[in-house]
């Protein structure tokens, strides 16, 4: 499956303009990925902190036919972000239920879950961000980013290209996925 590209500068929340080419086209899917974000949305309505040079990104597909729970989609996306970190992170990589991806107990990504129906189609919208190069100060909360743990910088471009693969790769195997068994899918 190929997913169609949405690039932008600057938006308010690549999450919100998912939802708007949802409502507006005939697209069935799409990833959307933007320089900046001014209202990136964290879960519970908290604000996602949107420094350039970091990933922002959404993906939307119908989930007419799936037969998963919002959770178990959770689950799937986390592991496929995890995926994606691995690639420049060879080291543990734990994920904190329901939504966040941590490296030595410090934040790296997290993942907003939407969903919206238009007619009789049922959509979910994933955004995603990850420090690559600078980490947010949240107070109470430890966050680190790529090039902090590494000393290589990665371009969103890069990552972005990379997250697109694993997903077009995800999506058609959706329908049949055994969440128990996320590991042994995605080898």
Do not use: H
């Amino acid at each position: 499956m190929k997913l169609k590209k949405f690039n932008f500068k600057i938006v308010n929340s690549t999450n919100d303009l998912a939802i708007q080419i949802i409502k507006n086209s005939n697209n069935k899917s799409g990833i959307i990925i933007a320089e900046k974000q001014k209202k990136g949305r964290g879960q519970y309505g908290k604000k996602w902190t949107s420094f350039k040079g970091n990933l922002f990104v959404s993906i939307f597909f119908q989930v007419n036919s799936l037969q998963l729970s919002l959770k178990d989609l959770t689950k799937a996306n986390c592991f496929l972000i995890k995926k994606l970190l691995s690639n420049y992170y060879k080291d543990k990589i734990t994920i904190k239920n329901p939504n966040d991806l941590l490296i030595n107990n410090m934040k790296i990504s997290g993942i907003l879950q939407e969903t919206l129906s238009k007619s009789d189609e049922k959509f979910i919208i994933v955004g995603i961000g990850v420090n690559l190069i600078k980490s947010p100060i949240i107070k109470d909360y430890f966050t680190t980013n790529l090039f902090d743990l590494t000393g290589v910088k990665i371009t969103p471009k890069k990552a972005f290209l990379k997250l697109k693969k694993i997903y077009e790769s995800f999506i058609p195997m959706l329908p049949e996925l055994n969440i128990k068994n996320l590991d042994r899918n995605f080898k």
